[in-house]
Structure formats: structure tokens, C-alpha cells
């Protein structure tokens, strides 16, 4: 059994730096890079470009909503076309960098507010599939399964691949408890671990409200921007290879 482990990267602009980069980049398979629209500046994502090269790490466009003030977890009601806009022009960002340090973006995550958007907002999960769709169609997407971006995605005639969250709480419904109510980010090591385990067997989590769910995930994420990101990180790893799993990045293949 396999499964990659990805983590949201580069998510610094100028002076100010969040998170360990490097550190996640020697755990992690994909390396989700913000393309500078909630965070991230030239030089961060050439840096981390170039770290996730040296490493192996598939590079994935992070894109998502115009709002470094907000770090890209406000919604915002853009026009589909400037959205679609928004979006060629962050993979085109990120894609330059990347082939600089002698790779390419290999798969598109959306971030934050426009992820979870996209879950249930038609027009908008249209707008970045019509956007992926233009830059690249062979570029795979990663989503939140049973969402409209993946639905429309694979409709459309691309690769979707799910993607289960290591440290986020889930609804009954499948989708993610919402960061400002209690208990939304998992903090417990070993509680991660071992439910990141489940998720790749294929066996029930517990839903927020204690009933058994069963998250598909070709992915799972590992939050770069959490308080003991890299520890946690590294425990999700340990305990995934401890129980049979491989880590491998679902991108690696697409030279």
C-alpha cells in the first residue's frame, strides 16, 4: 500500500517566515507551495522550488483567493473569470520557479477559503477547472472528496486525487469542522498518527460527533503552519511506513 504525504509550504512573505520548510521537505512526498496571492514572494517560492527539487518533493501549485491580509481563509465572491484568471496566473508564477530548478509544477491544490469554497460552490470549483484546464490538462488536482471541484474536475478530463487532513476534525458529513469552532485542529501526536494509519487502510475515523467515517484519501495533509508542525509530521510518517504504508508522491510518475 501506498499513499503521499503533502504539507502547505512557503508560506512566508518578505521578512516575516512561517513554519520549517526545509524540515517538512525531508518528510513530506508533495509540497504544496503558495504562489503568492495568501502567501509567499518571489524569493520563498524560488527557495522552496529549489529545496523540493534537491529532494525529490513533487511541487504543487498552492493557489487561492487575492488576500495576504487574511492569509487566503476569507471568502471572497470573484467573478468566474477573474478567478480563473487569478489561477493561471499563480501556476504560471510557481510553474517558472519550479522549471528553474530543473522540475515543473506537477499537481494544483487550492488553499484555505477557496478549497473549502469549492466543496460546494459550483460556479467557483468551474472557474478553476476551466483555469487548470487552460495552463495544463495533464496536471492532476487535489481535493476533498465527494466535492464539486472534483467532481467538475474529472468531468472535465482530469486527474482528481482525494485528500484526507491528518489534524482536522470532520463533520459526519465528510467535510472539515471549520477552524474557528472548538476542537477544528488536532494537536496530539499519537492521536494523528494513528487515525492518519486509518485513513490509509481504509478504515473509520471518528467524526466530530464520535460516529465512524470513512475518509477516502490518495492524500494525506499535514499542516506546515500547526505549533509542533514537523514533529507531528515526522510521527505521521513513522507510524504510516511502521504499518505497511509506502509514502510516495501520487505526481512523481508525470516527468
Request: with cysteine; glycine share 10%; aromatic share 6%.
Amino acid at each position: 500500500m501506498t499513499i503521499d504525504l503533502n504539507s502547505d509550504l512557503g508560506e512566508g512573505f518578505g521578512r516575516w517566515r512561517l513554519g520549517d520548510d526545509e524540515a517538512l521537505l525531508s518528510i513530506v512526498t508533495s509540497a504544496n507551495v503558495a504562489c503568492g496571492f495568501h502567501a509567499g514572494d518571489p524569493t520563498i517560492m524560488r527557495t522552496v522550488c529549489e529545496l523540493a527539487a534537491a529532494r525529490g518533493v513533487a511541487i504543487g501549485a498552492q493557489v487561492g483567493y487575492r488576500d495576504l491580509g487574511g492569509f487566503g481563509r476569507r471568502f471572497i465572491d470573484v467573478p468566474p473569470e477573474e478567478l480563473s484568471d487569478d489561477i493561471v496566473y499563480q501556476l504560471g508564477s510557481l510553474d517558472a520557479f519550479a522549471r528553474l530548478a530543473g522540475t515543473r509544477v506537477r499537481y494544483v491544490k487550492p488553499h484555505g477559503a477557496l478549497y473549502n469554497a469549492i466543496v460546494h460552490h459550483e460556479e467557483q470549483a468551474a472557474a478553476v477547472v476551466a483555469a487548470v484546464r487552460a495552463y495544463d490538462r495533464a496536471l492532476p488536482v487535489l481535493g476533498l472528496p465527494g466535492s464539486a471541484w472534483l467532481r467538475r474536475a474529472e468531468s472535465a478530463g482530469l486527474a482528481t486525487v482525494t485528500e484526507g487532513f491528518a489534524d482536522r476534525a470532520y463533520t459526519p458529513r465528510g467535510t472539515l469542522v471549520p477552524r474557528g469552532t472548538p476542537g477544528a485542529v488536532l494537536h496530539d501526536p499519537e492521536e494523528v498518527a494513528e487515525r492518519c494509519l486509518r485513513m490509509a487502510r481504509g478504515e473509520p475515523i471518528e467524526a466530530v460527533d464520535g460516529t465512524p467515517l470513512i475518509v477516502r484519501a490518495e492524500s494525506i495533509c499535514v499542516h506546515g503552519d500547526s505549533p509542533g508542525a514537523v514533529a507531528m509530521a515526522r510521527r505521521v510518517s513513522e507510524s504510516l511506513k511502521a504499518g505497511g504504508i509506502e509514502l510516495s508522491s501520487f505526481a512523481r510518475e508525470a516527468a
